[in-house]
T-cell receptor, first 113, second 113 residues
Framework: GESVGLHLPTLSVQEGDNSIINCAYS??????FIWYKQESGKGPQFIID?????DKRQGQRVTVLLNKTVKHLSLQIAATQPGDSAVYFC????????????FGKGTLLTVNP | DVKVTQSSRYLVKRTGEKVFLECVQD?????MFWYRQDPGLGLRLIYF???????EKGDIPEGYSVSREKKERFSLILESASTNQTSMYLC????????????FGNGTRLTVT
């Protein structure tokens, strides 16, 4: 079936470095994508989203890039901080509506001081 | 900010018990969801509701039912708890119109013994 996957299950970076977390999606009909951050013991927290009519969107210290040609999504975190340590996962609107999201398994980001 | 509140952070129940998980959102969202999150499996949709008294099955509805009597409240019911229902349960909500991200509660960690 259609699924969202991640290239890297874990990522370790130094404080101050930039982080890049990747996600591959398989459903070319998906038109909306979301990145979430989940800290230990908490629910997923919305970070940033992007629609398929865009290829880049920026937020505060975060940028999401969408490459529809290769069905690839990435989250870039600038000047990574210890507070960014968490599991990050992507979600795609594979059902053509905002309630049929398919979630990736997640990447654990560890920021070393 | 959107607030999705789950009534319990931790629950321990015995096999065969009927279990109620409660969720309340304060943003007048039409859509509400129940997911379970398990290591290695990611988030899986159990049920969702797009209006009061309306519900639809998600990907893994077996062993669960839901109730939505008021717009702000969505309850998940385990009719007869089993050990394979030990999991983290996450409630989420979103507005109906357009593409919008799901907002999650902090989860209920349910252990069935």
């Amino acid at each position: 079936g259609e699924s969202v996957g991640l290239h890297l299950p874990t990522l370790s970076v130094q404080e101050g470095d930039n982080s890049i977390i990747n996600c591959a999606y398989s459903n070319s009909a998906s038109d909306y994508f979301i990145w979430y951050k989940q800290e230990s013991g908490k629910g997923p927290q919305f970070i940033i989203d992007i629609r398929s009519n865009m290829d880049k969107r920026q937020g505060q210290r975060v940028t999401v890039l969408l490459n529809k040609t290769v069905k690839h999504l990435s989250l870039q975190i600038a000047a990574t901080q210890p507070g960014d340590s968490a599991v990050y996962f992507c979600a795609e609107n594979s059902g053509g509506s905002n309630y049929k999201l398919t979630f990736g398994k997640g990447t654990l980001l560890t920021v070393n001081p | 900010d959107v607030k999705v509140t789950q009534s319990s952070r931790y629950l321990v129940k015995r096999t065969g018990e009927k279990v109620f998980l409660e969720c309340v959102q304060d943003m007048d969202h039409e859509n509400m969801f129940w997911y379970r999150q398990d290591p290695g499996l990611g988030l899986r949709l159990i049920y969702f509701s797009y209006d009061v008294k309306m519900k639809e099955k998600g990907d893994i509805p077996e062993g669960y039912s839901v109730s939505r009597e008021k717009k702000e409240r969505f309850s998940l019911i385990l009719e007869s708890a089993s050990t394979n229902q030990t999991s983290m349960y996450l409630c989420a909500s979103t507005q109906r119109t357009g593409h919008s991200p799901l907002h999650f509660g902090n989860g209920t960690r349910l252990t069935v013994t």
